[in-house]
T-cell receptor
Framework: DTAVSQTPKYLVTQMGNDKSIKCEQN?????MYWYKQDSKKFLKIMFS???????INETVPNRFSPKSPDKAHLNLHINSLELGDSAVYFCASSQSLAEETQYFGPGTRLLVL | QKEVEQNSGPLSVPEGAIASLNCTYSDRGSQSFFWYRQYSGKSPELIMS????GDKEDGRFTAQLNKASQYVSLLIRDSQPSDSATYLC????????????FGRGTQLTVWP
């Protein structure tokens, strides 16, 4: 009964390719997030959505495009992948924007060759 | 100046000792403070949250907050090898709902 799930778990791809990562939460939460964690463990927010509405859009290349078809799902599409995109991408959710306790998914390990 | 700073470690303590993890933050308006534990290859897991000055205890964990000094710490009593992980400090300003600022984490090793 996974609360926040992500697919795929691992993604190995060539530079220049386009790929998507999917996230689903079954907690009934209103707010979802995408984080990027680099090789030095620094966890940085990329996007957040509240009830399908984009709330936070950090300084992220526009090759990254999030999409929330409904409040239980938040996907991340990446165009023209670059070597520097290699990282672990975590999806998270919280009850609401005001509720700051965030629950993380298992992560997607992206390696761009 | 980074939003949230932590000693990267590694911090190494013997089993049964007290591990002390420290975190400072730059924004005086910060209101909520969190400690996440991240095992190698796993996702961050919330272990403590603290919102007001003083100590908050939960089992072997104690979070301490001093807003005047812009300082938050996590004490782990009776450390166990299973506590070996990276501990991430996260801070919320409150002005931007839903936005957590994370430190780079402190790697803790508890040796038997």
């Amino acid at each position: 009964d996974t609360a926040v799930s992500q697919t795929p778990k691992y993604l190995v791809t060539q530079m220049g390719n386009d790929k998507s990562i999917k996230c689903e939460q079954n907690l009934g939460h209103d707010t979802m997030y995408w984080y990027k964690q680099d090789s030095k463990k620094f966890l940085k927010i990329m996007f957040s959505y509240n009830n399908k509405e984009l709330i936070i859009n950090e300084t992220v290349p526009n090759r990254f495009s999030p999409k929330s078809p409904d409040k239980a799902h938040l996907n991340l599409h990446i165009n023209s992948l670059e070597l520097g995109d290699s990282a672990v991408y975590f999806c998270a959710s919280s009850q609401s924007l005001a509720e700051e306790t965030q629950y993380f998914g298992p992560g997607t390990r992206l390696l761009v060759l | 100046q980074k939003e949230v700073e932590q000693n990267s470690g590694p911090l190494s303590v013997p089993e049964g000792a007290i591990a002390s993890l420290n975190c400072t933050y730059s924004d005086r308006g910060s209101q909520s403070f969190f400690w996440y534990r991240q095992y190698s290859g796993k996702s961050p897991e919330l272990i403590m949250s603290i919102y007001s000055n003083g100590d908050k205890e939960d089992g072997r964990f104690t979070a301490q907050l001093n807003k005047a000094s812009q300082y938050v710490s996590l004490l782990i009593r009776d450390s166990q090898p299973s506590d070996s992980a990276t501990y991430l400090c996260a801070v919320s300003r409150g002005s931007t709902l839903g936005r957590l600022y994370f430190g780079r984490g402190t790697q803790l090793t508890v040796w038997p």
